[in-house]
């Protein structure tokens, strides 16, 4: 048995699960327009590399040497974690993966193709018609339409 000075705090689940974050962290991190937006993918895969590692040394340490390290309850806890979390990474990036891309949206400025929807009766409206209907009244200003589109994918 170790002596009260040689116990030592088994610190290394913890790393794992900051690495854990910090690799769940980058995949939400993907929405944000940046630069070096096309390393996140790498450093999320890097992260959860890095906090498995952790989690393998965190429970050797724990059962392999327990004596001189404690926290076997806590090191078990944060590692199921760390795997939850890692396990969701996983999950997220290949999710992200299967979204469309967005070369073929329309840009900023750019004229739209008719279409047709329906308006909040359910009657088709298109968007030559919604446009039309403000050029028959002089006294009205003209109308525009305000499009949005949103990256979502349902």
């Known amino acids: 048995m170790a002596s009260a000075s040689e116990i030592r705090r088994n610190s290394a689940p913890?790393?794992?699960?900051g690495f854990a974050i910090l690799s769940l962290a980058c995949n939400f991190g993907s929405f944000i327009g940046f630069r070096q937006q096309a390393a996140l993918?790498?450093?999320?895969i890097f992260f959860a590399v890095v906090a498995l590692f952790f989690v393998v040394a965190g429970l050797m340490r724990a059962f392999g040497r327990g004596t001189i390290y404690r926290g076997k309850?806590?090191?078990?806890?944060?590692?199921?974690?760390?795997?939850?979390?890692?396990?969701?990474?996983?999950?997220?990036?290949?999710?992200?993966?299967?979204l469309p891309s967005?070369?073929?949206?329309?840009?900023v400025g750019q004229r739209v193709p008719d279409f047709t929807l329906?308006?909040?009766s359910?009657?088709?409206?298109?968007?030559?018609q919604l446009l039309e209907s403000?050029?028959?009244s002089p006294a009205a200003t003209p109308?525009?339409?305000?499009?949005?589109f949103y990256r979502g994918y349902w």
């Open 14 to 17: 913890w790393w794992a699960f």
């Open 118 to 120: 329906a308006d909040t």
């Open 143 to 148: 109308k525009a339409v305000l499009l949005v």
């Open 73 to 98: 309850i806590l090191s078990v806890v944060l590692s199921l974690l760390v795997l939850i979390v890692v396990g969701l990474t996983g999950f997220l990036s290949i999710r992200m993966r299967e």
């Open 122 to 128: 359910g009657k088709p409206l298109s968007l030559h």
């Open 134 to 136: 403000s050029s028959q």
């Open 102 to 107: 967005a070369d073929s949206a329309p840009q």
């Open 41 to 44: 993918p790498w450093l999320s």
